[in-house]
């Protein structure tokens, strides 16, 4: 146990303190903390007067010299850290830090200072890959000044103007920042936000079914409607996008980012008619004899096994019954007839919607009402078509010719 009065240590059992002679409480602890302790000597020194405190304050310099010497020097290095760290953290030190290290193209260290969005495309790679193409120019001198009307519980803006030599007049860039958290608790710390560094909220219209490379890499693009995707948020400047998919031949396209940004890819993309009479994704010629025969015969939509899609804007159900009503007509005041033949002719990509409308022309063998072979007669048909799920699906339906 530990004497209440002197500090020091005793035996367990001691009832009295062998050196200060202090009776020992039961409920001492067993160890006390060096600020316990040296709360313990304060007591001691207070009660035994000026003379006598001083007295004991000489004895516990000299039998303690080298914690006092620990705490003092411990102190005084939380003191220096704690300045450096305000200082180093000052956020107009921060802002001014950016600058430099912006205008002198300290890329590496302009990443670490910045405020950015959670997303695989700003990671540091992106952002130096990004940062070739940024040319600062030299500058001269500069000047800080806070704006004082953007003042915000978590934000401070700046304004740095400065002066180049290729430029009578001055520049200014606008260094907003971000606070992020606080260093070991006590110090605030700030990211820098940079608007116009960082591309959000960008879309890109595609042929249905296909992917996204931007810069030769292939990105995850969210579904918005109407064949629009919303691109994840991208560092601003030049980028290179292209459409890709076996369907379509795409062309790379080059396109300047900024923030809201909207890129039609679909008129840089035509299609590769090969894959519209591919019977793994879907032969088209295949589609238009089991719809024929289907109407002919009058037979359900769903009997033909032909993909449909599920779009809400599909009308492929109404324009089937159409058509087999236009069949069915035929057939009571001119007789029956078949399909004979079905060309695939041409194909495009709608650059409204990134749908697929192909032209099959047809010819058709008339038995007449006698059922005696009589006569053919030919027309056309207009498809629309969606890649979904790795297949071509039919949207909607048009034959001409057949009342």
């Not at 060096?34 to 000489?58: D, E, H, I, P, S």
């Not at 030299?138 to 030599?165: A, H, N, P």
């Not at 591309?199 to 579904?223: K, Q, Y």
Request: with cysteine.
């Amino acid at each position: 146990m530990y004497c209440p009065k002197c500090g020091k240590m005793n035996d367990d059992d001691a009832h009295f303190c062998i050196f200060c002679g202090e009776e020992m409480m039961d409920d001492q602890p067993e160890s006390v903390t060096l600020l316990q302790f040296l709360q313990n000597r304060a007591q001691v020194l207070f009660k035994t007067g000026y003379q006598g405190g001083r007295r004991q304050a000489t004895i516990l310099a000299h039998r303690h010299k080298k914690i006092l010497t620990l705490v003092i020097v411990s102190v005084a290095l939380l003191l220096v850290a704690g300045i450096g760290l305000r200082i180093f953290l000052n956020p107009e030190r921060v802002a001014i830090r950016f600058f430099e290290d912006y205008m002198d193209g300290n890329w590496e260290a302009v990443y670490k200072n910045l405020n950015l969005p959670l997303a695989e495309t700003m990671d540091k790679d992106h952002f130096l890959l990004a940062a070739q193409n940024w040319r600062p120019e030299e500058y001269l001198d500069y000047q800080v000044k806070e704006e004082k009307g953007y003042e915000d519980e978590l934000f401070l803006r700046y304004r740095i103007t400065y002066s180049t030599s290729s430029s009578t007049s001055s520049s200014t860039m606008i260094v907003t920042l971000a606070k992020s958290d606080k260093f070991l608790g006590i110090f605030n710390r700030y990211k820098v936000t940079l608007d116009e560094l960082v591309a959000e909220n960008c879309s890109v219209a595609l042929p249905t079914g296909a992917t996204l490379l931007v810069d030769g890499e292939p990105i995850e693009i969210t579904a918005a409607g109407d064949g629009l995707y919303v691109l994840p948020p991208l560092f601003a400047g030049e980028h290179i996008l292209q459409a890709s998919h076996p369907a379509y031949m795409c062309s790379p396209v080059s396109v300047e980012l900024s923030s809201n940004a909207v890129v039609n890819l679909r008129r840089d993309c035509s299609v590769n008619v090969s894959f519209l009479a591919n019977p793994e994704y879907g032969d088209m010629v295949a589609y238009m004899t089991a719809i024929f025969r289907a109407a002919i015969v009058a037979e359900s939509l769903e009997s033909t096994g032909v993909p449909i899609s599920s779009s809400p804007n599909s009308t492929l159900a109404a324009d089937f019954y159409q058509f087999q009503t236009n069949c069915q007509n035929r057939i009571g005041s001119q007789g029956q007839f078949e399909l004979q033949n079905c060309v695939l002719t041409s194909a495009q990509i709608n650059e409204q919607n990134g749908q697929v409308e192909c032209r099959l022309d047809y010819e058709c063998l008339s038995y007449g009402t006698s059922g005696n072979t009589s006569d053919s007669f030919t027309g056309s048909v207009t498809l629309a078509l969606s890649f979904e799920n790795d297949v071509w699906e039919l949207v909607s339906l048009q034959v001409s010719n057949i009342w």
